[in-house]
Protein backbone atom coordinates (compact mmCIF):
# COMPACT_ATOMS: atom_id res chain seq x y z
CA UNK A 1 0.00 0.00 0.00
CA UNK A 2 2.85 1.88 1.02
CA UNK A 3 3.90 2.27 -3.24
CA UNK A 4 0.65 3.60 -3.89
CA UNK A 5 1.02 6.73 -2.11
CA UNK A 6 4.52 7.31 -3.20
CA UNK A 7 2.84 7.27 -7.10
CA UNK A 8 0.18 9.13 -5.97
CA UNK A 9 2.44 11.84 -4.16
CA UNK A 10 5.04 11.23 -6.47
CA UNK A 11 2.19 12.07 -9.60
CA UNK A 12 1.15 14.97 -7.61
CA UNK A 13 4.22 16.83 -7.65
CA UNK A 14 5.13 16.61 -11.38
CA UNK A 15 1.75 18.53 -11.58
CA UNK A 16 2.56 21.65 -9.56
CA UNK A 17 5.95 21.55 -11.35
CA UNK A 18 4.08 21.88 -15.26
CA UNK A 19 2.23 23.95 -16.60
CA UNK A 20 -0.78 22.64 -17.11
CA UNK A 21 -4.52 23.57 -18.49
CA UNK A 22 -7.08 22.73 -15.49
CA UNK A 23 -8.68 19.86 -17.99
CA UNK A 24 -5.19 18.47 -17.66
CA UNK A 25 -4.85 19.39 -13.88
CA UNK A 26 -8.35 17.96 -13.60
CA UNK A 27 -7.25 14.23 -14.90
CA UNK A 28 -3.91 14.05 -13.29
CA UNK A 29 -5.05 14.67 -10.13
CA UNK A 30 -8.27 12.24 -10.70
CA UNK A 31 -5.74 9.77 -12.01
CA UNK A 32 -3.37 9.98 -9.23
CA UNK A 33 -6.23 10.13 -6.22
CA UNK A 34 -7.79 7.20 -7.87
CA UNK A 35 -4.82 5.24 -8.34
CA UNK A 36 -4.33 6.04 -4.49
CA UNK A 37 -7.61 4.99 -3.39
CA UNK A 38 -8.19 1.83 -5.76
CA UNK A 39 -4.90 0.46 -5.01
CA UNK A 40 -5.89 1.20 -1.31
CA UNK A 41 -9.64 -0.31 -1.20
CA UNK A 42 -8.46 -3.63 -3.33
CA UNK A 43 -4.38 -4.38 -2.65
CA UNK A 44 -4.13 -4.85 -6.42
CA UNK A 45 -2.51 -3.34 -8.93
CA UNK A 46 -5.97 -3.97 -11.24
CA UNK A 47 -7.71 -1.87 -8.66
CA UNK A 48 -4.73 0.77 -8.86
CA UNK A 49 -5.04 1.07 -12.00
CA UNK A 50 -9.37 1.23 -12.55
CA UNK A 51 -9.39 3.47 -10.11
CA UNK A 52 -6.50 5.58 -11.70
CA UNK A 53 -8.28 5.63 -15.23
CA UNK A 54 -11.62 6.57 -13.77
CA UNK A 55 -10.22 9.33 -11.62
CA UNK A 56 -8.00 10.48 -14.81
CA UNK A 57 -11.80 10.36 -16.83
CA UNK A 58 -13.85 12.18 -14.03
CA UNK A 59 -11.20 14.77 -13.23
CA UNK A 60 -10.70 15.58 -17.10
CA UNK A 61 -14.39 16.41 -16.94
CA UNK A 62 -14.51 18.11 -14.21
CA UNK A 63 -11.37 20.61 -14.64
CA UNK A 64 -13.07 20.73 -18.46
CA UNK A 65 -16.04 22.25 -16.93
CA UNK A 66 -14.08 24.48 -14.48
CA UNK A 67 -13.50 27.05 -17.67
CA UNK A 68 -16.68 26.96 -19.57
CA UNK A 69 -16.20 29.87 -22.71
CA UNK A 70 -12.50 29.90 -22.95
CA UNK A 71 -10.25 28.19 -25.47
CA UNK A 72 -6.55 27.17 -25.87
CA UNK A 73 -4.36 28.73 -28.37
CA UNK A 74 -1.16 29.16 -29.67
CA UNK A 75 0.82 31.51 -30.29
CA UNK A 76 3.36 31.63 -33.14
CA UNK A 77 6.01 30.20 -30.91
CA UNK A 78 4.01 27.35 -29.35
CA UNK A 79 3.20 28.84 -26.59
CA UNK A 80 -0.06 28.00 -25.14
CA UNK A 81 -2.40 30.53 -23.66
CA UNK A 82 -6.15 30.87 -22.75
CA UNK A 83 -8.34 33.46 -23.98
CA UNK A 84 -12.28 33.73 -24.54
CA UNK A 85 -13.86 31.65 -27.61
Not at 33 to 58: D, E, F, N
Request: aromatic content about 4%.
Amino acid sequence: MMNYLKAGAAGLMLISAAGCTTTETGAAVGAGTGAVIGGATTGTTQGALAGAAIGGITGALIGRAATPGDCIYRDARGRRFIAPC
